[in-house]
């Protein structure tokens, strides 16, 4: 397929090296071009998200955030504008189930179709294919989305025919993950001050609950290192606070989540934002009077 790949930070860079390798003809768009020439592979480097799309089939986005998917789709020199009609745009990035439903209409008002297509793992899952990727949308826009999904990830979920439908899946299993990394940092915090190795604590909690989620995450918080971020904390404050909106919209309380988006502004607020979004654990340590 003839590809254009918008957005080269942490995750994009790997889902786009993906692409290529598998075959596909992909031009790159990256705000600061840097990271589109070190890709290190022989690709198209764009000058605009518009001229990235100009000729595709599909263009994928893998953006920070509301505003940055906005300005790069709606934007002077945005995607909207520029994207053949009948080519499908697939948003890949974590972003609000509002945002997700203003992109279908867009896309709709051009006789462009849009996806969402969010991901979960980390970046170096998206560097061995291994994201799951929930998708959410017309039927028709999902098989011809299929290729990318296979390029990116291991295993595809169909949340809905509505793209937002995705956007809250992801939110929602973020917010999981999230209220599993503050629990990590208080039982931790607690452990360590009665005088019990950590490790002992992530064996004894891998075995009982059998997922690399909790295995990777807890060797992160075991270890106390959370550079380099491999998520960002601030982004991960951002999907805490996306999953507290589709809960209001959903009328569908959602009480730990407001405590753990609390948590992880307490870690913004010490200076924490840049690192990984595992360093919550650091504000219970913090709290417990433990050295950090
Ligand atoms: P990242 O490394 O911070 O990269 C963010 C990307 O967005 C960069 O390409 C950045 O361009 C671009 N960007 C930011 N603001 C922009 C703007 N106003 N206009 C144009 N481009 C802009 O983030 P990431 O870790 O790859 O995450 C990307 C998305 O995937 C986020 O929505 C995140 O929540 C989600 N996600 C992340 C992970 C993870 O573990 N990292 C896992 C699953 C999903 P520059 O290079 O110019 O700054």
């Not at 504008?81 to 945002?99: D, E, M, Q, Y």
């Not at 896309?107 to 970046?123: E, K, L, M, N, T």
């Not at 019990?196 to 064996?203: G, N, Q, T, Y």
Request: hydrophobic share 50%; charged share 20%; aromatic share 6%.
């Amino acid at each position: 397929m003839n590809l254009a790949f918008i957005g080269l930070g942490n995750m994009g860079s790997a889902m786009a090296r993906n692409l290529i390798e598998a075959g596909h003809r992909v031009t790159v768009y990256n705000r600061s071009r840097a990271k589109a020439e070190a890709l290190g592979v022989a690709v198209r480097i764009a000058a605009s998200p518009a001229e990235a799309v100009d000729a595709c089939d599909a263009a994928i986005t893998m953006l920070a955030d509301d505003p940055a998917v906005l300005e790069v789709v709606t934007g002077e020199s945005g995607i909207a504008r520029a994207l053949p009609a009948g080519s499908v745009h697939i948003g890949c990035s974590t972003i609000s189930t509002a945002l997700g439903r203003r992109l279908a209409a867009e896309h709709a008002a051009r006789g462009q179709q849009y996806v969402s297509a969010p991901v979960f793992g980390r970046p170096d899952a998206a560097a061995a294919k291994k994201l799951l990727v929930v998708a959410a949308g017309d039927a028709a826009a999902l098989e011809r989305s299929q290729a990318v999904f296979e390029a990116i990830g291991r295993q595809t979920f169909v949340a809905g025919a509505e793209p937002w439908q995705a956007n809250a899946v992801k939110v929602c299993g973020n917010f999981m993950i999230a209220s599993m990394l503050e629990s990590f940092g208080e039982a931790n915090a607690t452990l360590r001050k009665a005088g019990v190795d950590p490790h002992l604590f992530l064996d004894v909690m891998s075995t009982l609950f059998g997922s690399p989620v909790y295995a990777n995450y807890g060797r992160i918080i075991a270890d106390e290192k959370f550079t380099p971020a491999g998520f960002a904390l601030r982004l991960g404050f951002k999907d805490c606070r996306l999953a507290i909106d589709t809960a209001r919209e959903c009328n569908a309380p959602m009480p730990i989540a407001s405590l753990v988006h609390d948590r992880l502004l307490e870690a913004i607020a010490l200076g924490m934002g840049e690192i990984d979004w595992s360093a919550i654990a650091r504000v219970s340590a913090l709290h417990a009077g433990l050295p950090v």
